[in-house]
């Protein structure tokens, strides 16, 4: 069973601090990790994207990928209230293009 | 910017009815993907397609069927709709190789 792993939270970070995301998946072979911002009652929307091994960065938003260890994470710097929402993490595992997704971790920036 | 529309954003029907749900596309993109989106159960794929015409069966397809006639258009049928079926369906595209996805605004689904 190929499975995507997230703490379900809620993680909840002082306004201005740094949030720390992590998720863990079970299938080696895995090409492409991505990261979704889901409002509550709205779509998610895709927000990073990584493909190899080590920091993306884009914004306040860093991707950091770890293959040997199976994981990758998001950090958000300078936390704004904005940025509470829920963190799906999504892996494409088998080079077609279904992806799987995390349930999903709850941040809460506190003001 | 990637145009995904869906044909509600909330819906209301009755046990035994027959759901249509619609996804539109505006740019030519191959892949179209249905989701359901539950508390603790997280995104759970139902179908998928490739091309018009082609279809394939995602995690959980049973109680649902699909319709692909033309490239842009996705529908998701609930044949005979059910209480355990309420619940928010979201439409996705794919694109290109990198296959990322992005999501249509999603339908609230409720049966009563």
């Known amino acids: 069973q190929k499975e995507v792993e997230q703490n379900s939270g809620p993680l909840s970070v002082p306004e201005g601090a740094i949030a720390s995301l992590n998720c863990t998946y079970s299938?080696?072979?895995?090409?492409?990790f991505f990261w979704y911002r889901q409002y509550s009652g709205k779509s998610p929307e895709l927000i990073m994207s990584i493909y190899s091994n080590g920091d993306k960065e884009d914004g306040r938003f860093t991707a950091q990928l770890n293959k040997a260890s199976q994981y990758v994470s998001l950090l958000i710097r300078d936390s704004q209230p904005s940025d509470s929402a829920t963190y799906l993490c999504?892996?494409?595992?088998?080079?077609?293009?279904?992806?799987?997704f995390g349930k999903g971790t709850r941040l809460h920036i506190l003001p | 910017d990637v145009k995904v529309t869906q044909s509600s954003r909330y819906l209301v029907k009755r046990t035994g009815e027959k759901v249509f749900l619609e996804c539109v596309q505006d740019?030519?993109?191959?892949?179209m993907f249905w989701y359901r989106q539950d508390p603790g159960l997280g995104l759970r794929l139902i179908y998928f397609s490739y091309d018009v015409k082609m279809k394939e069966k995602g995690d959980i397809p049973e109680g649902y069927s699909v319709s692909r006639e033309k490239k842009e258009r996705f529908s998701l049928i609930l044949e005979s709709a059910s209480t355990n079926q309420t619940s928010m369906y979201l439409c996705?595209?794919?694109?290109?190789?990198?296959?990322?996805?992005?999501f249509g605004p999603g339908t609230r689904l409720t049966v009563t």
């Open positions: 999504a892996v494409n595992m088998n080079r077609d293009d279904k992806i799987i």
């Open positions: 996705a595209i794919s694109l290109g190789d990198v296959n990322e996805q992005y």
């Open positions: 299938d080696r072979v895995s090409q492409s």
């Open positions: 740019m030519d993109h191959e892949n």
